[in-house]
C-alpha cells in the first residue's frame, strides 16, 4: 500500500466556533497514522472520518496553545480504555511532556498503554521519525509562545517491476527486491537482462509541511524549501493584516508568499479566524501570491499527498 494522505479534522483558530474545529490533522501512511496537533473534539472527529485507534502511534504537538492540545488528554483517556498494550509516542516540548504526564497520571493513572514522550526542542530543525518510508522532521515556526511545524517526507520509492517480464525471463522471488533497487537480472546461464526491460520508474515520492501557528517568516521558506503540499497559517485576511504579526499569525496572502518562496506546488490555507462567515475570500488573496491549487482547508477532507 502506498497510500500518503492528509485528514484534516480541524481547522478553525483558537476561539470555539460552529463553523471550524479546533486545530487537528491526521496523515495516513501506509498502514500507519500520524496526528498532528489535538485540539478539543479532535477524538469525535476521527471517528466520524472511521480512522483507527489502533493504528494510530505517533502524536505531535506543534505548540502548547489550548487549542492544539486539549483533545489529547481526552484522546488518550479513549484509548486507555480500548487499545490496551498498545504503544503510543507523543512529540512534544519538555513542558508539554511534564504537564501531560501529571495530567495523564491524575486522569488515567497506570495506563494500560505504553505512553512515551520523544522531547523536541523548538529552537532547531529535528528528525522525529526516520522509518523505511517516511521521515519526519521538526522546524521552527514563529509564534508568540515556541512553536514548531513538521514536514513529512517519502524517501524514495522503489521502481515498479513488470510482472510478466520478470516471469517471462525467470526473475525468482528473491531477486526483486534487487530489481526495485534498479539492478540488472543475471539468469543462471550469465544472460543479462537489464533493468529498464523489468521495471519501470518509481512513483513519485510525496511530500507535506504543517506550518501553523506562525506569523510570516521566510526562515519557515529555507525549512520547507521544495516541499509538495504545504498546509500554512491563514488566519487573516487583508482587512485585517494589522492583527496577523502582534498575534502570531499569517494572512492568507502571506501564507501564498510563503508557498510561492518554498516552490511548493500546492498550498491548504487553515487556522481561519472564526470573524469570516466565508473563506473564499482568503483563497483569492492567496492566489494574487501564488499561482499553484490552492485548497481550503475544512472539516472532512482528505487530501492525496
Ligand atoms: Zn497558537
Same mark, same amino acid.
Given at each position: 500500500m502506498d497510500n500518503f494522505r492528509l485528514n484534516i479534522l480541524g481547522c478553525g483558530s483558537a476561539t470555539p466556533s460552529f463553523r471550524h474545529q479546533p486545530s487537528s490533522q491526521v496523515i495516513e501512511h501506509r498502514q500507519r497514522l500520524?496526528? +498532528?496537533?489535538?485540539?478539543? @473534539?479532535?477524538?469525535?472527529?476521527?471517528? $466520524?472520518m472511521r480512522l483507527k485507534m489502533n493504528r494510530l502511534n505517533d502524536i505531535f504537538i506543534s505548540h502548547l496553545h489550548g487549542d492544539h492540545f486539549l483533545g489529547l488528554p481526552g484522546l488518550l483517556s479513549t484509548m486507555a480504555l480500548h487499545e490496551k498494550g498498545h504503544s503510543v509516542t507523543v512529540h512534544t516540548f519538555e513542558r508539554g511532556a511534564e504537564l501531560l504526564r501529571s495530567m495523564i497520571d491524575f486522569i488515567i493513572g497506570?495506563? !494500560? %498503554?505504553? #505512553?512515551? &514522550?520523544? +522531547?523536541?526542542?523548538?529552537?532547531?530543525?529535528?528528525?522525529?521519525?526516520?522509518?523505511? /518510508?517516511?521521515?519526519?522532521?521538526? %522546524?521552527? #515556526? *514563529?509564534?508568540?509562545?515556541?512553536?514548531? @511545524?513538521?514536514? &513529512?517526507? =517519502?524517501?524514495?520509492? @522503489?521502481?515498479?517491476?513488470?510482472?510478466?517480464?520478470?516471469? %517471462?525471463?525467470?526473475? !525468482?522471488?528473491?531477486?526483486?527486491?534487487?530489481?526495485?533497487?534498479?539492478?540488472?537480472?543475471?539468469?543462471?546461464?550469465?544472460?543479462? +537482462?537489464?533493468?529498464?526491460?523489468?521495471?519501470?520508474? !518509481?512513483?513519485?515520492? /510525496?511530500?507535506?509541511? *504543517?506550518?501553523?501557528?506562525?506569523? &510570516?517568516?521566510?526562515?519557515?521558506?529555507?525549512? +520547507?524549501r521544495g516541499v509538495d503540499t504545504v498546509f500554512h497559517d491563514a488566519t487573516y485576511g487583508d482587512s485585517d493584516a494589522h492583527l496577523a504579526a502582534p498575534r502570531g499569525h499569517s494572512t492568507a496572502r =502571506?501564507? /501564498? =508568499?510563503?508557498? $510561492?518562496?518554498? @516552490?511548493?506546488?500546492?498550498?491548504?490555507?487553515?487556522?481561519?479566524?472564526?470573524? *469570516?462567515t466565508s473563506e473564499e475570500m482568503l483563497g483569492r488573496q492567496a492566489a494574487e501570491e501564488f499561482s499553484g491549487d490552492i485548497i481550503l482547508a475544512n472539516e472532512g477532507l482528505r487530501i492525496d499527498l
Open positions: 500520524y496526528m +498532528i496537533d489535538c485540539g478539543e @473534539g479532535a477524538q469525535l472527529q476521527f471517528m $466520524r497506570d495506563t !494500560p %498503554f505504553n #505512553l512515551n &514522550f520523544n +522531547i523536541i526542542d523548538p529552537t532547531k530543525r529535528q528528525v522525529l521519525i526516520d522509518d523505511k /518510508g517516511l521521515t519526519v522532521t521538526s %522546524f521552527p #515556526l *514563529y509564534h508568540r509562545v515556541a512553536a514548531v @511545524g513538521f514536514l &513529512f517526507a =517519502e524517501k524514495p520509492k @522503489g521502481r515498479h517491476i513488470n510482472g510478466e517480464m520478470a516471469r %517471462f525471463h525467470g526473475v !525468482p522471488n528473491y531477486a526483486m527486491e534487487a530489481l526495485r533497487r534498479g539492478e540488472d537480472f543475471v539468469k543462471p546461464d550469465g544472460t543479462l +537482462i537489464k533493468n529498464a526491460l523489468l521495471t519501470s520508474d !518509481p512513483s513519485p515520492s /510525496g511530500s507535506y509541511a *504543517y506550518c501553523t501557528d506562525t506569523m &510570516f517568516d521566510r526562515r519557515v521558506v529555507a525549512s +520547507i =502571506e501564507a /501564498g =508568499e510563503i508557498a $510561492r518562496r518554498a @516552490g511548493a506546488r500546492r498550498l491548504i490555507l487553515g487556522h481561519f479566524s472564526k470573524r *469570516y
